[in-house]
């Protein structure tokens, strides 16, 4: 998925899925100079697709840390759905270095719940799961019952909610693994060890050769046995690395939630109550910056700002009409594409200056405007969104005759209205959805997607969210 864009502090997209540009360039030539800090849940992949619905591109990752280990170069292959990762990018968007470290490996104890839905201890830590989001590894039946879930080694890697820790990824371990992990902060040092605080408030004694500073936070590896931890490893770590309060941007549609309240752009759910700039912007491409609360789920913005993305359509011309001979290059394009549903064709219109849309292949020699296009041929044309008049119009920037009679191949890009198994609407024009025509991500509303019809039957065969 290559979409729209979450960055600064948490989302590159959202966010942390989201939120700067995600670029799919993967090239040499990134930007580096303005790159972020992205915390999050990773929810699938092709680059890496976080909670926020932003997808972020992995070409350029140049170090991998799981666990502690270096996995740079199977970065993809050591990763899964549900665990909570931390992304440094670059000022595009892509990936150049992650991490990813669990919360807590140990027994579970004191299980209770079903169906996904438990609460247990892992020392003294109250671990909570939910259905279907937490995602559950290497345990036989899938999502385990309790019984089975009672005594065995997990990794659990997930959010805390005050001292409760909300588990996105438990990970089931051999069950002769003797070496365990916490984290917390040190206290009561003696010469043979140290109490270990954890952010439950959960205390564990801990024997070790050699002990950290009073107050550290701290990574601690080892084994457990009659309630006394012996440390083997010992990290000092950063208590905020996967905490995800910090600002954000995310780019694509302001649409009104239906049915409301509120507004969301993609996935993300944005709350514009407090940002004067972005009310006169719904329905607009925008850049939204505010910050991200994990709790609610939501990007609380700041300020709006309109963004400049082109619509771009491959289409039939059903009319066309130029407002007199003095002005040859203003007037409108009905845009038709064969044999889709709904409303099947877009008016554009070609406005005067400041706005007048360039005419490709225009000059002394050889003229080119609307005078030239006529009912049947085939045109590509880029144009924006303009949402002021309180309706969309769409206002074209470009405009390239592909010749007399029908395009015979269809495509449109521009952001998506309403989407199901079977059919998606952009710019008002809907499209059956072919087998395979989604081979990423599957978009949400609000995306910029690009679709492409290869045969004019009114069927998408391919369906990309654009970046």
Same mark, same amino acid.
């Given at each position: 998925?290559?979409?729209?864009?979450?960055?600064?502090?948490?989302?590159?997209?959202?966010?942390?899925?989201?939120?700067?540009?995600?670029?799919?360039?993967?090239?040499?030539?990134?930007?580096?100079?303005?790159?972020?800090?992205?915390?999050?849940?990773?929810?699938?992949?092709?680059?890496?697709?976080?909670?926020?619905?932003?997808?972020?591109?992995?070409?350029?990752?140049?170090?991998?840390?799981?666990?502690?280990?270096?996995?740079?170069?199977?970065?993809?292959?050591?990763?899964?759905?549900?665990?909570?990762?931390?992304?440094?990018?670059?000022?595009?968007?892509?990936?150049?270095?992650?991490?990813?470290?669990?919360?807590?490996?140990?027994?579970?104890?004191?299980?209770?719940?079903?169906?996904?839905?438990?609460?247990?201890?892992?020392?003294?830590?109250?671990?909570?799961?939910?259905?279907?989001?937490?995602?559950?590894?290497?345990?036989?039946?899938?999502?385990?019952?309790?019984?089975?879930?009672?005594?065995?080694? *997990?990794?659990?890697?997930?959010?805390?909610?005050?001292?409760?820790?909300?588990?996105?990824?438990?990970?089931?371990?051999?069950?002769?693994?003797?070496?365990?992990?916490?984290?917390?902060?040190?206290?009561?040092?003696?010469?043979?060890?140290?109490?270990?605080?954890?952010?439950?408030?959960?205390?564990?004694?801990?024997?070790?050769?050699?002990?950290?500073?009073?107050?550290?936070? *701290?990574?601690?590896?080892?084994?457990?046995?009659?309630?006394?931890?012996?440390?083997?490893?010992?990290?000092?770590?950063?208590?905020?690395?996967?905490?995800?309060?910090?600002?954000?941007?995310?780019?694509?549609?302001?649409?009104?939630?239906?049915?409301?309240?509120?507004?969301?752009?993609?996935?993300?759910?944005?709350?514009?109550?407090?940002?004067?700039?972005?009310?006169?912007?719904?329905?607009?491409?925008?850049?939204?910056?505010?910050?991200?609360?994990?709790?609610?789920?939501?990007?609380v913005v700041e300020k709006c700002e309109n963004e400049d993305e082109d619509l771009k359509m491959k289409c039939d011309v059903s009319s066309v009409s130029a407002?007199?001979?003095?002005?040859?290059?203003?007037?409108?394009?009905?845009?038709?594409?064969?044999?889709?549903?709904?409303?099947?064709?877009?008016?554009?219109?070609?406005?005067?200056?400041?706005?007048?849309?360039?005419?490709?292949?225009?000059?002394?020699?050889?003229?080119?405007?609307?005078?030239?296009?006529?009912?049947?041929?085939?045109?590509?044309?880029?144009?924006?969104?303009?949402?002021?008049?309180?309706?969309?119009?769409?206002?074209?920037?470009?405009?390239?005759?592909?010749?007399?009679?029908?395009?015979?191949?269809?495509?449109?890009?521009?952001?998506?209205?309403?989407?199901?198994?079977?059919?998606?609407?952009?710019?008002?024009?809907?499209?059956?959805?072919?087998?395979?025509?989604?081979?990423?991500?599957?978009?949400?509303?609000?995306?910029?997607?690009?679709?492409?019809?290869?045969?004019?039957?009114?069927?998408?065969?391919?369906?990309?969210?654009?970046?």
């Open positions: 998925m290559k979409l729209t864009k979450l960055s600064s502090a948490i989302l590159c997209a959202l966010s942390i899925a989201g939120l700067a540009a995600c670029s799919s360039d993967g090239g040499s030539d990134s930007d580096t100079s303005s790159g972020s800090t992205v915390v999050g849940t990773i929810t699938g992949f092709g680059s890496i697709i976080m909670d926020n619905g932003i997808e972020y591109e992995t070409d350029n990752v140049s170090g991998c840390e799981i666990d502690d280990l270096d996995s740079s170069g199977k970065c993809d292959d050591d990763l899964d759905v549900g665990m909570r990762v931390r992304l440094e990018t670059d000022g595009n968007g892509s990936v150049t270095s992650l991490r990813y470290d669990d919360e807590l490996e140990g027994p579970a104890t004191n299980v209770t719940g079903s169906n996904g839905n438990f609460e247990f201890k892992v020392f003294g830590v109250t671990v909570t799961t939910t259905s279907p989001e937490t995602q559950w590894d290497d345990f036989a039946s899938g999502v385990p019952a309790a019984v089975d879930l009672e005594g065995k080694i *997990v990794e659990v890697s997930g959010e805390w909610q005050g001292t409760s820790l909300i588990a996105s990824y438990v990970e089931k371990q051999d069950d002769n693994d003797t070496e365990f992990e916490v984290k917390g902060t040190v206290s009561n040092l003696n010469p043979g060890g140290f109490t270990l605080t954890m952010r439950s408030g959960a205390t564990i004694d801990v024997v070790a050769s050699e002990n950290p500073a009073d107050g550290a936070f *701290v990574e601690i590896k080892g084994t457990f046995l009659n309630g006394t931890f012996t440390a083997t490893e010992i990290e000092v770590e950063d208590e905020d690395d996967f905490d995800d309060e910090s600002e954000v941007d995310i780019t694509g549609m302001l649409v009104a939630k239906v049915p409301g309240p509120g507004h969301s752009i993609g996935i993300t759910d944005v709350d514009i109550s407090n940002a004067p700039s972005c009310t006169d912007q719904v329905g607009q491409i925008v850049e939204a910056e505010g910050v991200y609360d994990s709790t609610t789920g939501t990007l407002i007199n001979s003095a002005t040859p290059k203003v007037g409108t394009i009905e845009c038709t594409f064969l044999n889709t549903t709904g409303n099947d064709s877009v008016t554009i219109e070609f406005q005067n200056t400041p706005n007048m849309a360039m005419f490709t292949g225009d000059d002394t020699m050889n003229t080119f405007d609307l005078r030239d296009v006529n009912q049947g041929d085939c045109v590509e044309i880029k144009a924006s969104i303009d949402a002021s008049s309180g309706t969309n119009q769409y206002i074209a920037g470009l405009i390239e005759h592909e010749g007399a009679g029908a395009c015979g191949e269809y495509e449109l890009e521009g952001p998506v209205e309403a989407i199901d198994a079977s059919s998606i609407t952009a710019l008002g024009i809907t499209y059956a959805i072919g087998s395979s025509a989604i081979s990423g991500a599957t978009p949400v509303v609000g995306d910029i997607v690009k679709i492409k019809d290869n045969n004019g039957d009114g069927t998408a065969d391919e369906i990309e969210i654009d970046d």
